[in-house]
């Protein structure tokens, strides 16, 4: 199984951004994923998921409003898409994966997921 991420990158405050993770060794649908993040200094935290099997996708509240996650089946990648990026959203991304359903107050929780990408970095300037 590998979670491959990419799209991050500098983009000034107020700016987008997506980032993908492309998965492979996975059945598309089959699995959950999620995305996290870990600023310097910082625990991980839990950004939003997607459920295998559909359903409800939570979203961390620093990020409510202005970050939305979805899923390309055909193309077995998930997105965030990024809006309104805030300096305090600076930091390493990375998405996770699981074989099977997650209930939704585990969705964002790193210890919910067996697979890791490598990381993505997302830098916003002030």
């Known amino acids: 199984v590998q979670l491959q991420a990419s799209g991050g990158g500098l983009v000034q405050a107020g700016g987008s951004l997506r980032l993908s993770c492309a998965a492979s060794g996975l059945a598309s649908n089959s699995y959950s994923v999620a995305w996290f993040r870990q600023a310097p200094g910082k625990e991980r935290e839990g950004v939003s998921c997607?459920?295998?099997?559909?359903?409800?996708?939570p979203y961390a509240d620093s990020v409510k409003g202005r970050f939305t996650i979805f899923r390309d089946s055909a193309k077995n990648t998930m997105y965030l898409q990024m809006n309104s990026l805030k300096p305090e959203d600076t930091a390493v991304y990375y998405c996770a994966g699981r074989r099977s359903r997650i209930v939704y107050s585990m969705c964002l929780d790193p210890s919910s997921y067996h697979y890791w990408g490598q990381g993505t970095l997302v830098t916003v300037s002030s």
């Open positions: 997607v459920r295998s099997g559909g359903g409800g996708s």
